[in-house]
């Protein structure tokens, strides 16, 4: 089972860097890291997807170490409205290469307080 | 507008009494799945479908029954209703299975009494 695991809340306050660290165990090494953001009473939302490195757009970061057993999503000077649950997706291959089983598990609660 | 929609938004229903939620997206995309969320649990995935006709359970899938006949739907059926699948759903949906960008639609909010 690809499961990930993540801190179940944070809180920061607005204008500081929030960085999110999620482990993945038995993660393949075609299958790329992704990341969503959920506001209360809407569905998820893609946010930022990577490989290894670096990658950054306009929302936020993602930090992939070498071995890519973990990943850290870095959300630059947060306001209120950043406060949200955030999600690293995980994906469940149970030994039959079909990855369209998906674990996104309880995510982080980020609390951005004024 | 590309999007992903869902009916009802909300529904009040009773024990064994037959519902389908509906989901439809216009994207053209492969890869469909449902998920419910409940409080303290997270997002849960109950059943996916990687193209026409192929559909395969995920974590939940038990009460839960879905087809896909064309490429822009993909149902929920609950045959049998029951209290404990009051929740939230939601639907999404994505270029093709491996491609992890995934649409969600607004959600339905099923109370089963």
């Known amino acids: 089972l690809a499961k990930t695991t993540q801190p179940i809340s944070m809180d920061s306050y607005e204008g500081q860097e929030v960085n999110i660290t999620c482990s993945h165990n038995n993660i393949a090494t075609n299958d790329y890291i992704t990341w969503y953001q959920q506001f209360p009473s809407q569905g998820p939302r893609f946010i930022i997807q990577g490989y290894k490195t670096k990658v950054t757009n306009e929302v936020a970061s993602l930090f992939i170490p070498a071995d890519r057993k973990s990943s850290t999503l870095s959300l630059p000077r947060v306001s209120l409205s950043d406060t949200a649950v955030y999600y690293c997706l995980g994906i469940d291959r149970n030994g039959s290469g079909n990855t369209g089983k998906l674990i996104f598990g309880q995510g982080t609660t980020l609390q951005v307080k004024p | 507008e590309a999007q992903v929609t869902q009916n009802p938004r909300y529904l009040i229903t009773v024990t064994g009494k037959k519902l389908t939620v509906t989901c439809s997206q216009n994207?053209?995309?492969?890869?469909m799945s449902w998920y419910r969320q409940d409080p303290g649990l997270g997002l849960r995935q109950i059943y996916y479908s990687m193209n026409v006709e192929v559909t395969d359970k995920g974590d939940v899938p038990e009460g839960y029954k879905v087809s896909r006949k064309e490429k822009r739907n993909f149902p929920l059926i609950l045959e049998s209703p029951s209290p404990n699948q009051t929740s939230l759903y939601f639907c999404a949906s994505s270029f093709q299975q491996g491609h992890y960008e995934q649409y969600f639609g607004p959600g339905t909010r099923l109370t089963v009494t």
């Open positions: 994207m053209n995309h492969e890869y």
